[in-house]
């Protein structure tokens, strides 16, 4: 079993940048892809970025690309959401998680049903 650990959340004014990081512990990571979703208020979970057990690929939702990048370090266990240009918009509990034990190498999944565990999430709130 994975437990996963999210932080770096809090408030920020519009075009700031925050940088979340996603401690994981308690099984393998390395083989697992991996990605990031958020909910806001009110609202359906919805999908914002993933990457390959490797780091080679990733893919993004259209309301993040350009603005924000994900990636990971296999060593530290960690897997981590570069944000920038923030929007108020982008306000919600950002959630990551990993898909099954052993993802093909390029492999990359956006729908939940794909992923396998789930941290507790971290707030990100930005100000207009």
């Known amino acids: 079993q994975v437990q996963l650990v999210e932080s770096g959340g809090g408030l920020v004014q519009a075009g700031g940048s925050l940088k979340l990081s996603c401690a994981a512990s308690?099984?393998?990571?390395?083989?697992?892809?991996a990605g990031w979703f958020r909910q806001a208020l009110g609202k359906e979970r919805e999908f914002v970025a993933a990457v390959s057990r490797n780091g080679g690929t990733t893919y993004y939702a259209d309301s993040v690309k350009g603005r924000f990048t994900i990636s990971r370090d296999t060593a530290k266990n960690t897997m981590y959401l570069q944000m920038n240009s923030l929007k108020p918009e982008d306000t919600a509990a950002y959630y990551c998680?990993?898909?099954?034990?052993?993802?093909?190498?390029?492999?990359?999944?956006?729908?939940?049903?794909?992923?396998?565990?789930w941290g507790q999430g971290t707030q990100v709130t930005v100000s207009s």
């Open positions: 998680a990993v898909g099954p034990l052993t993802s093909p190498s390029g492999t990359v999944y956006y729908r939940p049903q794909n992923f396998v565990y």
């Open positions: 308690g099984g393998t990571f390395s083989t697992r892809a």
